[in-house]
């Protein structure tokens, strides 16, 4: 009897849609499980070098949570790349004007950072509000009930 190691490339990859609910969820565990998802590390036939995640798609991104005292002392920051041009933005304000940024970045930040990383982070799709335009792809609905 002989195994072999199966490789997937791009054209045996199945990609499936995942809809996750960000309603009270805590961001960072959340980000995580997302980026899991993203990467295809869930599946049996994960390849480290190919895109076999699946699409995920994140609603009610403004419902998220933060634990301790992070909602009043979080920022985010970037730099202009002119001199004096750091820019600090507070969690709160972020949440009010682009709610979906916010996952966004946490995602991303768990993502590998090359050509990879980068093409698994287009197949995230956050929206603010409970509808979303991806339902004639029938995605399956994950259940964070066991993660709080």
Not at 66 to 80: C, E, F, R, S, V
Not at 92 to 102: C, F, Y
Not at 117 to 139: I, S, T, Y
């Amino acid at each position: 009897m002989s195994y072999k190691t199966i490789s997937a490339n791009k054209a045996t990859v199945k990609k499936d849609w995942i809809l996750v609910d960000a309603a009270d969820q805590v961001l960072g565990r959340m980000a995580s499980v997302v980026a899991i998802l993203l990467r295809g590390k869930h599946k049996p036939g994960f390849t480290p070098h190919v895109d076999c995640g699946d699409h995920v798609i994140v609603i009610n991104a403004e419902k998220i949570k933060l634990t301790g005292n992070k909602k009043d002392q979080k920022y985010y920051i970037h730099y202009t790349g002119y001199q004096g041009g750091q820019r600090k933005v507070p969690f709160s304000r972020l949440l009010s004007r682009k709610p979906m940024a916010i996952i966004e970045k946490a995602v991303k930040g768990m993502l590998p950072k090359n050509r990879l990383g980068r093409d698994m982070f287009r197949n995230l799709h956050v929206f603010a509000g409970n509808e979303h335009p991806h339902k004639a792809q029938n995605p399956r609905k994950v259940d964070f009930s066991s993660i709080k």
